[in-house]
Nanobody
Framework: VQLQASGGGLVQAGGSLRLSCATS????????LGWFRQAPGKEREFVAA???????DYTDSVKGRFTISREYAESTMYLQMNSLKPEDTAVYYC????????????????????WGQGTQVTVSS
């Protein structure tokens, strides 16, 4: 599967952005999809995941502010980001792997076989 992320930009603290991740292929429903981010000088970290069976996961720092979702008709995943903070500034990547797995699988970069290019999110204070 190929992934194409978009929707990043510059926003003031407290603002909102919606990231999109368009996917190719006809097996969209079979993939667990995730968002990761990498801030300058830091390691890439898990943000959110959607296994497609109603199960979603979030890192603690974004719970209540970010929402992951998928639109099956468009084979697209979204990340709605509200109440953005300067510490959310990073390059955001979408990723996918075939199947479900455990929570530990869903939050680990190593589980994901397919990656999109990143989209920059910058939150000014």
């Amino acid at each position: 599967v190929q992934l194409q992320a978009s929707g990043g930009g510059l926003v003031q603290a407290g603002g909102s952005l919606r990231l999109s991740c368009a996917t190719s292929g006809r097996t969209f429903s079979l993939y667990t999809l995730g968002w990761f981010r990498q801030a300058p000088g830091k390691e890439r970290e898990f943000v959110a995941a959607d296994s497609g069976n109603g199960r979603t996961d979030y890192t603690d720092s974004v719970k209540g502010r970010f929402t992951i979702s998928r639109e099956y008709a468009e084979s697209t995943m979204y990340l709605q980001m509200n109440s953005l903070k300067p510490e959310d500034t990073a390059v955001y990547y979408c990723a996918a792997y075939l199947g479900l797995g455990s929570r530990s699988d869903r939050i680990s970069m190593r589980t994901y076989d397919f990656w999109g290019q990143g989209t920059q999110v910058t939150v000014s204070s």
